[in-house]
């Protein structure tokens, strides 16, 4: 069983990595149209966050670094859970900025809902990546927690044993 869920973890992460490490690639090399898509979002983060730099394709190009970076550590297996939640981050804003159906028409809208649900979907599965613990911490935090069960049963039969003497 733990053979076949390590497996399935292992698989599911390296699965999730290459359209972070495609489209981060891509972002970083080649922003183009991003950042006149990213523009209206970023306006409104700096409302937020006046410190954001005004530069919007050195903040696109950082975002596409940020998801290549963390896309292939995450297929590597690499620190997977920070990756995840890297990705996770970078990938809030992207959704907003790249997939607003809110503000088409349709057919357009149509389209742009099943990007912004694709990447609700990818960012679901980033955060099940995050919320996994890593297989060797929880078999330690078993065994240590069956210890103090086992160290607690024991004093507790001691002390039994010193009041029927």
């Known amino acids: 069983m733990a053979l076949g869920s390590s497996l399935l973890r292992t698989v599911g992460r390296m699965a999730t990595a290459p359209i972070f490490i495609i489209g981060g690639y891509s972002a970083l090399t080649n922003p183009g149209g991003r950042v006149e898509m990213a523009a209206p979002t970023l306006d409104k983060i700096r409302e937020y966050v ?23 550590t995450l297929l590597l297996g690499i620190k997977p859970r920070l990756s995840a939640l890297a990705l996770a981050g970078s990938l809030i804003p992207t959704t ?48 240590d927690k069956a210890g103090r069960k086992g160290e607690k049963r024991g004093y507790r039969e001691a002390k039994e044993a010193l009041k029927q003497k």
């Open 50 to 72: 006046p410190a954001l730099p005004d530069d919007n394709e050195l903040l696109v190009r950082i975002n596409g670094g940020i998801q290549l970076a963390a896309g292939t």
């Open 96 to 143: 907003i900025a790249g997939h607003a159906f809110w503000e088409d028409e349709e057919p357009q809208a149509t389209a742009q809902k099943m990007q912004f649900a694709k990447n609700l979907a990818a960012l679901g599965g980033l955060l099940l990546i995050a919320g996994t613990d890593d297989p060797h911490k929880a078999i330690e935090k078993a065994a």
